[in-house]
């Protein structure tokens, strides 16, 4: 995370020895996770991906001590296994961690205790106290702390800018906050549905892995220490439990397969599921063809790619990441009807589906039908204001239309739900000498532009007096 670096947070004042408030919390958390967006080359931007973990997160998030609590999921692409909370309830895995969890209900153990780290407020307890004099120097130490946590290989210069002796000793939490974080954690996946075995197995096998590697254990070990003492209540806990077989998600399966294709060459990948498919040798069929589906639409065989397609579909699969790539295959063969019938269909079954709505916006605008794009953008809007790949789509789509006001007011909340302030006020500059707004256009964007000016100089204001 070589871009999380204090200077790039918003400036919170003087806030002498305080506690941090859930606002600002969220405001810091926002704040790294856009830094995050922007910087982070392994940030994962998979929208498929991103809707698994958004709905696997949901449904431990409803079964925590914060039901109501707002979190954020995300991945980070790195086959070391680790997992970490930020600020705000923003909660990133690594890649590795899915694909070495065995069950959904081991990464449902990783995710549950993250989780609690959140709802108990860890974080901003660990560094409060140490009774640092300012917001601004917790903020600088947090973000020295979460790079490390979140790629202990780039956390160098985070590190140096802040106190490198203090950060270290910080990078584990406390044994009684992870002591606690097992036990929140451990009632989340009990009343989640998962089974409550699979967090002591996955830190068991984790710790199995520390003793063969020696002195290089997992990442996710050496932030989150595990004692004999821990793995023993964990293991204890689940002992007197019912036995509960709970299967894995279809979705689970196939992000998994995702990833794993996504992680090696597309011709290594297609001869990999074909040999798993001649010799009957996979634990799910469907995950199998899908995976094979998606290697081959990489390797730019768009035929194969419908083949196999067309053998996934015979399995009557219900999955929106299924209904996805079919509808990706067709516009790579350029049959944007179908796509976009594709498109269609599969959101009356799953609205929810991030990937789906972008998937569809884009065939849209692909086949030219920009003002339908338009209509249906702006009802998406309507349910979610603060999703900024839509403004992105929007401002692309009004510039096919040589429609420039419009553009450049999409493209101001493009940024400004990004953090990028200064960006977002040149937008709506360049929006005011467009030209070809209306009366009502044209005050909007004035309006706005007030706004976002007044935050420039209050941000201003408080640096100059922090300074």
């Known amino acids: ?71 954020h999921f995300f991945a980070i692409r790195d086959h070391t296994v680790n997992a970490f909370a930020m600020f705000g309830g923003f909660i990133g895995v690594n890649t590795g961690t899915l694909l070495t969890a065995q ?14 780290h959140v709802t108990q407020n860890h974080l901003a307890r660990q560094i409060a106290k140490e009774k640092q004099n300012t917001i601004a120097s917790m903020i600088a130490m947090a973000v020295g702390i979460l790079a490390a946590r979140a790629n202990s290989q780039v956390a160098g210069a985070a ?16 044994r009684d906050f992870e002591r606690e974080a097992d036990r929140f954690g451990y ?4 009343k989640s549905g998962f089974d409550v075995r699979g967090m002591g197995d996955f830190f068991e096998r984790l710790q199995k892995a520390g003793r063969v ?12 220490p595990m004692t004999v003492e821990r793995l023993s209540d964990m293991q204890n806990r689940a002992y007197d439990a ?73 399995l009557k699969p219900a999955s929106a990441m299924v209904d996805g790539l079919a509808a990706e295959i067709r516009v790579a063969a350029g049959d944007l009807q179908a796509a976009q019938a594709g498109y269609r269909d599969a959101l009356q079954r799953y609205p929810q589906s991030r990937a789906l709505v972008y998937g569809y916006a884009e ?14 953008i702006e009802s998406q809007l309507q349910l979610t204001l603060s999703d900024f790949k839509l403004y992105g789509l929007q401002a692309k789509t009004y510039a096919a239309l040589g429609k420039r006001l419009q553009q450049h007011r999409a493209q101001a909340e493009f940024y400004m739900l990004q953090g990028q302030l200064g960006p977002a006020v040149e937008q709506l500059q360049f929006a005011q000498k467009a030209g070809d707004g209306n009366f009502y256009e044209q005050s909007a964007v004035d309006a706005r532009l ?18």
């Open 1 to 71: 995370m070589p871009g999380a670096r204090a200077d790039d947070l918003p400036d919170l004042g003087e806030s002498a020895r305080a506690d941090f408030s859930p606002q600002i919390e969220r405001k810091i958390g926002e704040s790294i996770m856009n830094e995050i967006r922007l910087r982070e080359p392994s940030y994962v931007d998979d929208e498929e991906i991103n809707d698994y973990l958004r709905q696997f997160g949901a449904r431990l998030v409803a079964a925590s001590s914060d039901p109501g609590g707002s979190f």
């Open 242 to 314: 019912p036995y509960r077989q709970v299967p894995n998600s279809l979705d689970f399966l196939l992000a998994r397969a995702r990833l794993r294709t996504q992680a090696g060459s597309a011709k290594e990948m297609v001869a990999e599921y074909e040999t798993q498919l001649r010799e009957k040798k996979t634990p799910s069929e469907t995950a199998t063809r899908y995976g094979l589906s998606y290697a081959l639409l990489k390797a730019k065989d768009v035929a194969g790619a419908q083949r196999e397609m067309d053998a996934l579909k015979a």
């Open 450 to 467: 007030r706004e976002l000016r007044k935050q420039q100089q209050e941000e201003a204001r408080q640096k100059r007096n922090n300074g």
């Open 103 to 116: 069950s959904e209900s081991e990464l449902a153990g990783v995710m549950a205790h993250e989780i609690s």
């Open 213 to 224: 590697y020696e002195n290089n254990a997992p990442v996710y070990l050496r932030s989150h």
């Open 187 to 190: 009632q989340t996946l009990e």
């Open 159 to 174: 590190i140096a800018s802040a106190q490198a002796g203090t950060i270290q000793s910080q990078l584990a939490y406390s």
């Open 363 to 376: 065939a849209l605008y692909s086949g030219r039908q920009y003002e339908p794009a338009l209509r249906f």
